[in-house]
């Protein structure tokens, strides 16, 4: 048989779903590295660089709109609407030092007062039912993006103390070291994706019935002894706001 008589290879012709995504996940691999910090390139320019047709550029570009990765305008163009920002939840340290060259933190505390634990609190901290706990909540930002609304609970004898600092500027991690001379321990944290209500989504400014991370942490001293009791519910970036 010669060369003539074999069949020439068929090429392979993905679905145009199927080339959608792959173009989709190629260019979220490449913002969260930080490419296109002046904007996407033209849909014409990019469907030459993948191969593929301007239509399905089309829908790679509204998979990766309707995941709040980008934000598209006609006049304005493609651009980035987020970014991911690495960090490790493990980490024992606070959203200022976590988010430190990226950006300014700053906090709009919203409550800040002494009030009776909730069941659940008053068991997480060892105290007994009722007991008085000082409460804080905050939204957190990143320049003018919501980054996270923390609902913390802290011990009496240290949450007093930390009360009498500057909330705005300050972690409360830091505070807490700060106030009682020790270090930060260990900590038990839980994650979960949940649905944003109406409340959460209008503060971190998502749509409603977006998902959220949900985070809550029990954080202790060194000693091992419980000091605080967190909740963060962290929309708009993949991010780490497990700090406080």
């Known amino acids: 048989m ?44 990019l469907a030459a660089e993948f191969f593929v047709s301007r239509n399905t550029v089309r829908e790679a570009l509204a998979a990766l709109k309707d995941e709040g990765i980008i934000e598209r305008g006609p006049r304005t163009g493609t651009h980035v609407a987020i970014r991911k920002y690495d960090h490790g939840l493990h980490a024992l340290v606070g959203l200022k030092e976590t988010f430190k060259g990226y950006g300014d933190i700053r906090n709009e505390v919203r409550a800040a007062m002494t009030v009776s634990a909730p069941p659940s609190v008053a ?12 409460f804080i909540e905050r939204l957190r930002y990143l320049g003018d993006l ?31 070291e700060q106030v009682t001379e020790r270090r930060l321990g260990a900590a038990d944290l839980a994650v979960e994706a949940v649905s944003a209500d109406a409340h959460s989504a209008a ?29 963060s519910a962290c929309g708009a970036i993949e991010s780490p706001c497990a700090a406080t």
């Open 2 to 45: 010669t060369s003539h008589d074999a069949a020439a290879p068929t090429p392979i012709r993905r679905p145009r779903a199927d080339q959608a995504r792959l173009v989709a996940d190629v260019l979220r691999h490449q913002i969260h590295a930080g490419g296109y910090p002046d904007g996407l390139p033209a849909e014409a320019d």
């Open 123 to 134: 068991h997480r901290l060892r105290l007994a039912p009722g007991e008085r706990v000082v």
């Open 146 to 176: 919501p980054l996270s609304l923390d609902m913390t609970y802290l011990t009496p004898s240290i949450g007093t103390e930390v009360l009498e600092h500057s909330l705005e500027v300050n972690d409360v991690f830091a505070l807490i």
């Open 203 to 231: 503060i971190l400014q998502v749509p409603d019935g977006a998902p959220v991370l949900l985070l809550e942490r029990l954080t202790h001293l060194d000693d091992g002894h419980p000091s605080i009791s967190n909740t």
